[in-house]
């Protein structure tokens, strides 16, 4: 991890938060966040940590039975590399991974950070 990479991205994983759709406006007009999206992202990292980088994002890239759509924070990693221009417009996080070097690794881990402190920024509640 590069805190300061991390640091630098937070803004961006901001608005990827809400371009995506993981952070939707309450009742009240306030951004809101589902708990399990912190959820997810703390087991993306350790997917990757415990098993291979491809695999995770290959098994985070399909909702399944999940309770969020954790789909959307591979779109917001994805987003987070194009902005930084680490990843072509469309490119897929899958495909960038594909060299699996240790620098590619570090830049998504990077961008998974950046999202699961950038959630604590939204008020978080419980899935109804």
């Known amino acids: 991890m590069n ?16 371009d995506k759709g993981i952070a939707k406006i309450s009742d009240s007009g306030e951004y809101i966040v ?3 999206f912190r959820r997810q992202i703390s087991r993306f990292g350790a997917a990757i940590t415990t098993g291979s980088l491809k695999s995770a994002i290959a098994f985070f890239s399909y909702d399944g039975n ?9 779109e917001a990693i994805e987003s987070i590399l194009e902005r930084r221009k ?3 417009e469309g490119q897929t996080l899958f495909n ?7 620098e590619v690794k570090e830049n998504i881990i990077n961008a998974a950070i950046a999202i699961k402190l950038a959630l604590n920024l939204f008020i978080i509640v419980d899935k109804k």
């Open 34 to 36: 589902y708990k399990e």
């Open 96 to 102: 960038y991974a594909k060299s699996e070097s240790p």
């Open 86 to 88: 680490l990843i072509r």
């Open 3 to 18: 805190k300061k990479a991390v640091n630098d991205q937070l803004d961006i994983a901001y608005q990827a938060i809400i």
């Open 66 to 74: 999940a309770s969020v759509s954790r789909s959307l924070l591979i």
